[in-house]
């Protein structure tokens, strides 16, 4: 099984001279290339404990770096930046300047399980890939991504009603993220299926617009739950040193209980 | 596996707790539809679970797991403690998949126990021990409850001819440890190669291609927040099974046939790739083997529209 290795030599720290004449010689051309060092100076030595304090973090101390998690990554397979053994080896090595440099892709893990079905050492990589993007978000590094927004939306009505409306969160996840609910390939697929049942799916795209399903029996769990996640989020808050949070939009409603929902 | 066990099971499913979940009351509803009308085709009984609630899908974990835990085991708690059913069973791979995870959590970590005490005491109901319960897929299910020679008994319109790809997707699988009755030797499922959806299929008559991503991922998380790699994860698998010889890929999950179905479409309207390949929940085709009209199994909700491709076959 082979490794994924991961160059820590930048393709703009290389640096070749096509025209170069040192002490009468002429060194021109790649064979005089030569790589400018870099100096890693600015580590945090609280990153690992940091990651770990989140959900899904717990078991990165774990790790030996056999490179499992990254040859069994769909993502990776799709974008070879997409690399977690090396994250997780820039998190215990303290090289937060490093870990920034990829800070914008860190969120799109799919969960899959593949890492986690493949790491020897239990791991559990997936974990550690939703905790890092966690921690780029409430550290401030990234906004919050797609992918949170949707999970917001959606443990939101979950924990407000006992139940999601597929449509409903559809349609406020695309308010959330600004997008255009009239997209190409969207109005074509609502297409091909009315194309069979024009009657039966205007009806009941139109009554789940205005029936919102929900569980019986759900107010106390609703006010329980919500405490809990209050609760949970002042614990990461403090085991990272922030402060009480910016009432966010998204934030105050996850907060909130929504009785009357939106 | 010994003898004995097999026959338990055969009577222990006759009669199961049924979790639909939100997926299958919404873009879901042929999977419910059809594992209604193939449970009742062969005499097995459902019983929903009463007042369920969502199990936190993919999306509720990253807020936090322990509520997605929470989540799992107040369904679990219902169908153990108010409903006094053996064995709970779901066909929507999430919610399979939360069910096995909650309960896995429940059995080996007491932080998880504790929260899940705590919460179930403040909402007023019994907390879920492990144990109490047993989680099984359609899959399991039908497998177990009915086997492959009973089906072949009961097969009236043969799916012989039709080119089928088995598609399992991650949450049946992944990860092995939350499915401690997997990889257990002959007439187990297997985490690697999965076989069950094959072995049914295959006493439907139909003709199971060579398909070698089974169990890749259709980015089924970000469906629709990073749709350019779900569409390329898509495509992927489209591709082939359609290079394997298949006409149809049969799904057992909500949100892989879902999310087939779109990012087929999406890949035509943005990257202009077309393919023909069709999508049906494998309950659609075992339903249509035993005599049931493809309506009927909701055939015609399918965003791929197979029905062309049915009638040509002889099925619809």
């Known amino acids: 099984m082979p490794i994924h290795e991961k160059s820590l030599i930048r393709p703009e720290n290389i640096q070749a001279h096509d025209k170069l004449v040192l002490d009468g010689v002429d060194v021109s051309g790649h064979w005089s290339t030569f790589i400018q060092s870099r100096v890693v100076s600015d580590y945090n030595e609280r990153l690992q404990e940091e990651i770990a304090a989140l959900p899904g973090g717990e078991y990165i101390h774990r790790c030996w770096q056999c490179g499992s998690c990254t040859n069994a990554c769909t993502v990776n397979a799709v974008n070879p930046d997409f690399n977690p053994r090396f994250w997780i080896y820039l998190i215990r090595m303290g090289m937060e300047s490093e870990l920034m440099r990829d800070k914008d892709i860190i969120w799109q893990c799919v969960s899959c399980h593949k890492c986690t079905y493949a790491c020897p050492r239990d791991v559990v990589p997936e974990g550690v890939m939703k905790a890092t993007a966690h921690w780029l978000e409430l550290k401030g590094h990234t906004k919050k991504s797609a992918s949170t927004l949707f999970d917001e939306e959606f443990s939101e009505q979950v924990i407000a009603t006992g139940k999601i409306e597929e449509g409903r969160v559809i349609r406020n996840f695309f308010a959330r993220t600004g997008q255009p609910l009239m997209q190409d390939w969207l109005v074509e697929m609502a297409k091909r299926i009315a194309r069979r049942l024009p009657i039966k799916f205007g009806i009941r795209m139109g009554l789940s617009a205005l029936i919102r399903p929900r569980t019986r029996r759900w107010s106390k769990a609703r006010d329980a739950i919500t405490s809990y996640v209050a609760e949970q989020e002042q614990k990461q808050r403090e085991a990272l040193g922030l402060g009480d949070p910016v009432p966010a939009r998204s934030e105050a409603a996850a907060t909130t209980p929504n009785a009357k929902g939106v | ?316």
């Open chain 2, 1 to 316: 596996m010994s003898s004995t066990d097999v026959t338990d099971k055969k009577v222990r499913y006759q009669r199961v707790a049924y979790y639909p979940g939100c997926a299958l009351e919404g873009t879901g509803h042929a999977y419910n539809q059809s594992t209604r009308a193939v449970g009742k085709a062969l005499g097995l009984k459902l019983d929903e679970v009463r007042d369920w609630n969502c199990c936190g899908a993919m999306e509720v974990k990253n807020i936090d797991p322990k509520v997605q835990t929470y989540l799992s085991s107040r369904v679990m708690s219902i169908a153990a403690n108010e409903m006094h059913a053996p064995v709970v069973m779901a066909p929507c791979n999430g919610c399979y998949h939360n069910l096995k995870k909650a309960e896995y959590d429940l059995a080996h970590d007491a932080s998880s126990r504790e929260v899940v005490d705590r919460i179930s005491a403040k909402a007023g109901h019994a907390p879920y021990r492990a144990g109490q319960l047993e989680t099984i897929h359609v899959l399991d299910w039908l497998k177990h409850g009915v086997g492959e020679d009973e089906l072949r008994r009961r097969v009236s319109k043969s799916l012989e001819g039709l080119k089928v790809a088995n598609y399992y997707g991650c949450m049946y699988t992944r990860p092995r440890h939350i499915f401690p009755e997997k990889d257990q030797g002959a007439g187990s499922e297997s985490t690697s190669k999965p076989h069950f959806m094959d072995d049914l299929l295959a006493a439907a008559g139909a003709e199971n291609v060579e398909f070698p991503l089974k169990t890749a991922c259709c980015g089924g998380a970000h469906t629709l927040s990073d749709s350019d790699i779900s569409t390329k994860l898509v495509l992927n698998i489209l591709r082939a099974a359609e290079a394997a010889g298949a006409e149809v890929i049969a799904t057992e999950c909500p949100t892989c046939h879902s999310g087939l179905e779109m990012h087929q479409v999406r890949a035509e309207k943005v990257l202009g790739e077309r393919t023909k390949v069709k999508i049906l929940y494998f309950t659609q085709l075992l339903g249509i083997a035993l005599g049931l009209s493809a309506r009927s199994v909701g055939a015609h909700e399918n965003a791929s529209d197979p029905l062309e491709l049915l009638k040509k076959k002889g099925l619809a």
